[in-house]
């Protein structure tokens, strides 16, 4: 179902970079929005809508979207060593790519710090959540723990990612 992944460079939109170009952006993209192309400079189309989907549902700070952009690209650059698309991502490989950016097994220029981790999680899980919503995947590939959560109002049901 999917295809094997490439490597994927990430890019910022820049309104006057496209300045007289016919027709261009086909797509509304805002100013700095992130979005990924191919080595062949075809996009990572699935990625970059959910991207784009970021300035309605939860986002829509420029701060936000370039965060979660770089997140993604950490994970799809790990995905193409594996020849794996980001919406084939199983548990098992969420595993190694914790292992990869977390552990001491890992290079040393990958690892990351745990609030970056909570970043790159929440990224995915975000991304994952929006594929499971349009009927892209079936499931995200993590599990969850429902939690209650006290507010200032009250109470309230989380669900808490369990991604290593």
Sequence with gaps: MYVRQMAAHLHFFERAACAGLPGVPAV???EGMPFFLT???????LVNRWLRSLAMDGGPSPRTWEAYAYDL????EFLATRGVDIFAMDEDLVDAYHAYRRSDNGPVEKRIQPTSWNRAVTAMDKLFSWAVEQKIIGAPPFNYKKVRVRYREGWTDARLTLAS
């Design 39 to 45: 080595d062949n400079g075809d996009p990572l189309w």
């Design 28 to 30: 509304d993209l805002r």
């Design 73 to 76: 690209k950490g994970v799809i």
